[in-house]
């Protein structure tokens, strides 16, 4: 026993004076990755992301430059000379690659000039669905009870209606079409999917540990819900305005198609352009694929890069 207990004395000793033995204290100085580290990681390696990033910044740059992209005027008409009655499209030429509509306007121009309408109404329409979203979903997830029962029932008859009837019925409410009457249109579509999604993100940090000390403390309903539930649910709800943002595309587009957008078109808009084209599909189906075309590489864009974003933020969708 007395020789035990030396060799223990001798190795605590040792240890002590700083032996080779790790110290089962001591934490590694290494730094650790942060939940958008880690998806940025994943992301920059992630070729899906690369490819609807791509499609998106190329989109948005072109938005923003149009009128110093394009070629011509979207609104002069050069090519009304070769507007006839049997031949009513202008054919591709030099100078006008993809030709010109049936009022001798060059197509070409009219598409990158309708990216940036077609742009800030996707932009705004998911912003004021994003917000009026954020408020209905905050209210439900901070009060619960009865105020989450209620906004609950309404977000649930919204979501009941297919969003084009929806966003169609709003839309005919309005004695004018217009493009603010077609922004209202879609965002009212958004927001319940804003607010569902919100309200389950705060009701899971109700039942959290800093959220139960915080409420242990006496911090009041406010602080709690803007300082800690709030910002700690944002990131779901900021990932799926991604992949609204394409939908509200391609809503705004069909209501375009239907008459229901901007009918003045010397501002182009290629939900609008698609519906101008249709009675020449028959003749010259070119004239309604380009700007179709357009609308479903964007969308497909936003698409892949919402995706992609979601599977990297959230470890439950990884794979």
Excluded at 16 to 36: F, K, M, N, R, Y
Excluded at 39 to 47: I, Q, V, Y
Excluded at 163 to 176: N, R
Aim: proline content about 6%; charged content about 15%.
């Amino acid at each position: 026993m007395q020789r035990k207990k030396d060799r223990i004395d001798a190795l605590a000793a040792t240890a002590g004076a700083g032996s080779d033995i790790p110290d089962a204290g001591h934490v590694s100085e290494s730094g650790g990755l942060s939940l958008i580290g880690s998806a940025w990681l994943r992301l920059r390696r992630n070729p899906v992301f690369l490819i609807g990033a791509a499609i998106t910044l190329a989109f948005v740059l072109l938005a923003i430059f149009a009128p110093l992209i394009a070629p011509h005027s979207g609104t002069a008409n050069p090519l009304i000379s070769q507007v006839t009655t049997n031949d009513p499209i202008p054919k591709p030429q030099s100078g006008y690659p993809l030709g010109g509509d049936n009022q001798g306007r060059d197509l070409l121009s009219r598409l990158i000039l309708g990216s940036r309408q077609t742009l800030i109404v996707g932009v705004l329409a998911t912003l004021a669905g994003l917000t009026g979203g954020l408020v209905l979903g905050t209210i439900a997830g901070s009060f619960g009870g009865r105020v989450d029962t209620v906004v609950m029932r309404i977000v649930d008859v919204m979501l009941s209606l297919p969003s084009l009837l929806l966003a169609l019925a709003v839309a005919t409410l309005f004695g004018q079409p217009s493009q603010w009457t077609l922004i209202i249109a879609i965002s009212v579509v958004q927001i319940p999917i804003f607010a569902r999604l919100l309200r389950g993100s705060m009701l899971s940090q109700r039942s959290s540990d800093h959220v139960l000390a915080a409420r242990a403390l006496g911090v009041k309903r406010g602080p709690i819900t803007f300082r800690h539930m709030l910002p700690n649910s944002l990131g779901p709800v900021l990932v799926q305005a991604t992949l609204v943002l394409a939908v509200s595309i391609i809503e705004a587009a069909s209501l375009s198609f239907l008459g229901l957008g901007n009918p003045d078109d010397s501002s182009p808009e290629w939900g609008q352009m698609l519906g101008k084209a249709q009675d020449l599909f028959d003749i010259e189906p070119h004239i309604a694929f380009w700007p179709a075309g357009c609308i479903v590489v964007v969308a497909f864009g936003f698409t892949l890069m919402g995706e992609s974003l979601r599977e990297a933020l959230d470890p439950r969708n990884r794979r």
